[in-house]
């Protein structure tokens, strides 16, 4: 009969057969076999100086317990396992994040402005999208180094977006977005702050620094604290929105 390496160790129901760890030390590993039933007959115990532990033991152990087990109780026990897999994947709550309203407005003689949270098919937000239309004869510019995500109306860090330089963020030299009159500005923007690092595996190709993605878009009170300029001239809006999760099945 061919020998195989001692196991580590082996589940046998509620006991463990305990066997020398192959990479163990010599000496000290000596362990009894604690089983289910009181009949060990092909199980023993294993020292340094005793009879390597065989295939064949292992299979007429198993082979026993197969044998005992009643074909009904089987295919119950096979059904039972299946219809709580079942239930456990159609049943389970799924969390989503829903907003009130869903788009906020704020209007003034200089422009008018939309704010709504999307969720960029997650169950939650992850951004928001931004639009202002000028209405004035003059060019606007969106300061966006004075513009704060507001967080149950405190201020709460800068808005970032895509292709903004980090180290404008960090000088606070983040440069405004012009709009001709007439004309409507629209972005997705992030709260700085909730932005979460992807897993290295994730990382962009031919760079060293992982990738950043926006974050969950915390329950509670979310809004801009947006400040446009004009000739000088700093036009304030504030828009909010309440953030709540909702259980759906």
Same mark, same amino acid.
């Given at each position: 009969m061919e020998e195989i390496e001692p196991l580590t160790c082996m589940k046998l129901g509620r006991g463990r057969v305990f066997t020398r760890q192959?990479?163990?030390?010599?000496?000290d590993w000596a362990k009894v076999l604690p089983l289910l039933s009181q009949k060990t007959e092909g199980c023993r115990v294993?020292? /340094?100086n005793h009879s390597k532990f065989r295939r064949q033991h292992l299979i007429q152990f198993f082979k026993r317990k197969e044998e005992a087990m009643n074909p009904r109780t089987k295919s119950l026990l096979i059904m039972i396992?299946?219809?709580?897999l079942m239930m456990g994947a159609t049943c389970a709550p799924t969390m989503v994040s829903i907003s009130d309203p869903k788009i906020q407005t704020a209007a003034n003689p200089y422009y008018q402005a939309q704010f709504e949270p999307l969720t960029r098919d997650h169950n939650f937000f992850a951004v928001f999208h931004l639009t202002v239309t000028n209405k004035s004869n003059?060019?606007?510019?969106i300061d966006w180094n004075k513009t704060?995500? /507001?967080y149950n109306g405190k201020p709460y860090g800068v808005f970032v977006f895509k292709g903004i330089e980090p180290k404008d963020i960090k000088n606070w030299t983040i440069p405004p977005d012009v709009i001709r009159p007439g004309a409507t500005f629209s972005k997705e923007i992030a709260p700085h702050k909730l932005l979460a690092r992807a897993p290295i595996r994730e990382r962009k190709v031919g760079t060293d620094e992982p990738a950043i993605h926006p974050g969950p878009i915390p329950a509670g009170k979310s809004g801009i604290l947006l400040v446009v300029r004009q000739a000088g001239k700093e036009i304030v809006e504030k828009m909010t929105v309440n953030i709540r999760e909702k259980e759906i099945r």
């Open positions: 192959s990479a163990g030390r010599e000496g294993l020292t /340094l396992v299946g219809f709580a003059k060019d606007l510019q704060r995500y /507001l």
